[in-house]
Nanobody
Framework: QVQLVESGGGLVQAGGSLKLSCAAS????????MGWYRQAPGKQRELVAT???????NYADSVKGRFTISRDNVKNTVYLQMNSLKPEDTAVYYC????????????????WGQGTQVTVSS
């Protein structure tokens, strides 16, 4: 069974920084892309950043230049360094593993973490 466990959320003042981590565990052969999404109260879940196994990254326009996504393929862990945080970054942040194969001959699937709260005070 595959699990994604996030950590690093919390309360921070505007302008501050936080670093989120997400470790995928269980039977894992490979993961195509890992990423972070967020959902604020009353809003739809939105993409924050993704990174492929080869290191290609993609960011939402709202976080470009402030957030940095990175990945450790050996540890199946993805990180999100968040700097210059704004109150509008307040949301539950979810980790995603896309195209995960549990063994070499497996259908790739997507998995989600349980979410971690990030609150930015003004």
């Amino acid at each position: 069974q595959v699990q994604l466990v996030e950590s690093g959320g919390g309360l921070v003042q505007a302008g501050g920084s936080l670093k989120l981590s997400c470790a995928a565990s269980g039977s894992i052969f490979s993961i195509n892309a890992m990423g972070w999404y967020r959902q604020a109260p009353g809003k739809q879940r939105e993409l924050v950043a993704t990174i492929t196994s080869g290191g290609s990254t993609n960011y939402a326009d709202s976080v470009k230049g402030r957030f940095t996504i990175s990945r450790d393929n050996v540890k199946n862990t993805v990180y999100l360094q968040m700097n210059s945080l704004k109150p509008e970054d307040t949301a539950v942040y979810y980790c995603n593993a896309d195209g995960l194969k549990r063994w070499r001959v497996d259908s790739p699937k997507g998995y989600w973490g349980q979410g971690t709260q990030v609150t930015v005070s003004s």
